[in-house]
């Protein structure tokens, strides 16, 4: 959806017509960072970026946010979720997705994928049918439902299998017992696809495995979007994955076969693919530090991606939890299943950006990591993913401590640090 047809969709309601003034924060523009600007928006839009004084007089009858003391930046986009808040989104109703979209926008987050391990054909209809559920009562609460009825959540973008069509050796920790490989189309016709032509519809897929390759031109040529994880592909398959129209790597560094001097792997060959963006978790427990330096340093905001891969403990604490069939315990902020292995992480994309932020990248370059180069990935930069005049006005206030003060999405909204 262009920008421009996501205005019109907003204009159709009556609230989306009221004006939001936010004074004072300083803005962080896809190329830097506006000292102490004031943004105008009308429709659900970003009408205007300026000076409070070059706004005064368009300012009337708006509602007004002061954001002194606060950095604003483009709400946060995360591509690889598996749940929150004590819901995992393979077993989730509409209701409880709600839930998690809620403790997102709390979070800076405004637009998510909900992201599905392997699972019998049974589970991907009953969870893809959950969140087409949530996008269509999304969509309709836009323009029918006021703030106080009920407050945006993080818009639901479509789905993201992680699978099942990925490498044994690689598992991490997914069931391998649900893992399959490609034959022919026939081999997808358990894999739900959401019906509505706006949903995003992302796999990874571990292009070694039994008819990987030609399992990726098959998505692509349906419209999908195709990644490459949980592998240990050669350079010479993964060349053939990106000629089939693959050009991502889920989670960098992790569930894939690492550089070695003498073996580059999957992280040798994704450093130097210049058409290939990666996504990492960024948590300082999947990938160290200066992994992640290294990841940035070589791949540039431009083609590196935050994402969060929480699973159903995030937001909860500390403690044992039911998740995917095992006990997963969260400990200091650690996830490790029963065979010591880390098992998703608990952290949101606000945690990923103060991390690198404390990693020395500039605010523009968190902001392009963390909204513009996943909404790039989906498809959906036309109308979100970084402040600027036509956008759609999903936006996150962060304080000096870190936290979240004000999301917005669509200019509505979703979240008030004031209020609670």
């Known amino acids: 959806m262009t920008a421009e047809e996501d205005g019109r969709e907003l204009k159709a309601g009556e609230r989306t017509r009221d004006r939001v003034l936010l004074r004072g924060a300083r803005v962080v523009l896809p190329d830097g960072v506006a000292d102490d600007a004031t943004i105008l928006v009308e429709g659900g839009l970003i009408a205007r970026v300026a000076t409070d004084d070059e706004l005064s007089s368009e300012a009337r009858d708006a509602r007004e946010f002061d954001l002194r003391g606060a950095t604003l930046y483009p709400g946060f986009v995360d591509v690889h979720i598996h749940g929150a808040v004590g819901v995992d989104a393979l077993a989730a109703s509409a209701e409880d997705l709600r839930r998690v979209a809620r403790f997102l926008a709390s979070r800076g987050v405004t637009s998510w994928l909900p992201t599905l391990v392997p699972a019998p054909d049974e589970d ?68 739900a696809a959401i019906d509505d032509p706006r949903a995003v519809h992302l796999m990874t897929v571990a292009p070694e495995i039994e008819g990987g390759v030609a399992l990726v031109g098959e998505l692509c040529g349906r419209g999908w979007i195709v990644s490459v994880g949980h592998t240990r592909a050669d350079a010479q398959t993964l060349d053939a994955a990106r000629g089939a129209g693959a050009r991502h790597l889920t989670h960098f560094f992790n569930a894939m076969s690492p550089l070695h001097h003498r073996a580059p792997g999957v992280v040798g060959w994704g450093l130097l693919a ?17 992994a992640l330096r290294l990841a940035l340093r070589c791949k540039g905001a431009d083609r590196l991606a935050l994402i969060s891969d929480a699973v159903l403990p995030a937001g909860l604490g500390d403690g044992d939890y039911e998740v995917w ?72 206030a962060i304080d000096d401590g870190g936290q979240v003060r004000l999301t917005l999405i669509a200019g509505r909204v979703a979240f008030d640090a004031a209020e609670k």
């Open 325 to 396: 069939g095992e006990t997963i315990t969260v400990e200091g902020g650690r996830t490790r299943n029963a065979r010591g292995s880390i098992a998703g992480s608990v952290i949101t994309s606000l945690d990923a950006a103060r991390m690198m932020l404390a990693l020395g990248a500039r605010p523009h370059e968190v902001a392009r990591m963390a909204s513009l180069t996943p909404a790039r990935l989906l498809g959906v930069e036309d109308s979100c993913g970084s402040i600027e005049e036509g956008k759609r006005a999903d936006l996150v």
């Open 124 to 191: 991907y209809r009953r969870a893809v049918g959950a969140i087409a559920t949530l996008m269509r009562e999304q969509d309709e609460e836009a323009t029918t439902v006021s703030d106080r009825e009920r407050p945006p959540s993080a818009r639901a973008l479509g789905v993201h299998y992680e699978g099942p069509f990925v490498n044994t050796a690689q598992c991490g920790a997914l069931r391998t017992r649900y893992f399959r490989t490609f034959a022919d189309a026939s081999s997808l016709e358990g894999v």
């Open 274 to 290: 210049d058409d290939v963006t990666c996504d990492v978790i960024a948590d300082g427990v999947h990938c160290h530090p200066l």
